[in-house]
């Protein structure tokens, strides 16, 4: 299955600043996601990060907040803007590569003061 | 939107039980996946399921697919304390890659 690395692991970061996420794939993939993992909480998808074409947001989350690019097969970005600490949680790539299944980066811990 | 119940939220068990959970939806899902989530990390996948009535194992973990398309279950055999960990259900209702969580199960197993 595909190796996915995240970057950073952990940042602590005041409020009003932004943070890049970068996630990166040792194999070509079609389709990459960003999830948001709340502190205690199960994971709920950000976005479907498209190559070559704006990301598709889910309900609750827009492009001027998490903007997400997406420039090749094997690379993304997730940008949290202007954070408070209610943007604190785990930020998670994943990657669908069936017939093998879905992979998570081991993702990166936000923490906003 | 689409919710996935499951269940039981928190076991706790003694080495060497079995354990079993599921999740259940009034929407119908294409694929039922089951991860584990350790501390600290991302989930691992552990069983994918891909047909209405699919039984998979994987070691002492078995998963199946339930008929109406709108639940599955998890079941580990003998656990051991390295089973301890939040298991997650996830439902897709296509190919689109896309998932749906549940809220998670926490397993403390004692020795």
């Known amino acids: 299955s595909a190796v996915i690395s995240q970057k950073p692991s952990r940042d602590i970061c005041q409020r009003g600043t932004s943070l890049t996420i970068q996630c990166q794939v040792d194999?070509?993939?079609?389709?990459m996601f960003w999830y948001r993992q709340q502190p205690g909480q199960s994971l709920t998808l950000i976005a479907t990060a498209n190559q070559g074409s704006e990301a598709t947001y889910e309900s609750g989350f827009v492009i001027d907040k998490f903007p997400i690019s997406r420039p090749n097969l094997t690379f993304s970005t997730l940008t949290v803007s202007n954070m408070s600490p209610e943007d604190s949680s785990i930020y998670l790539c994943?990657?669908?590569?069936?017939?093998?299944?879905?992979?998570f980066g081991s993702g990166t811990r936000l923490t906003v003061v | 939107g689409q919710q996935l119940n499951q269940s039981p939220q928190s076991m706790f068990i003694q080495e060497g039980e079995d354990v079993s959970m599921n999740c259940t939806s009034s929407s119908i899902f294409n694929t039922w996946l089951w991860y584990k989530q350790d501390p600290g990390e991302g989930p691992v996948l552990l069983i994918a399921l891909y047909k209405a009535g699919e039984l998979t194992s994987n070691g002492r973990l078995t998963a199946q697919f339930g008929i109406t398309r709108k639940d599955s279950f998890l079941n580990i055999s003998a656990s051991i304390p390295s089973d301890v960990g939040i298991y997650f259900c996830?439902?897709?209702?296509?190919?689109?890659?896309?998932?749906?969580f549940g809220d998670g199960t926490t397993l403390t197993v004692k020795p």
């Open positions: 194999s070509q993939v079609t389709m």
């Open positions: 994943s990657v669908d590569e069936r017939p093998y299944g879905y992979t």
């Open positions: 996830a439902g897709q209702r296509t190919n689109a890659g896309k998932s749906t």
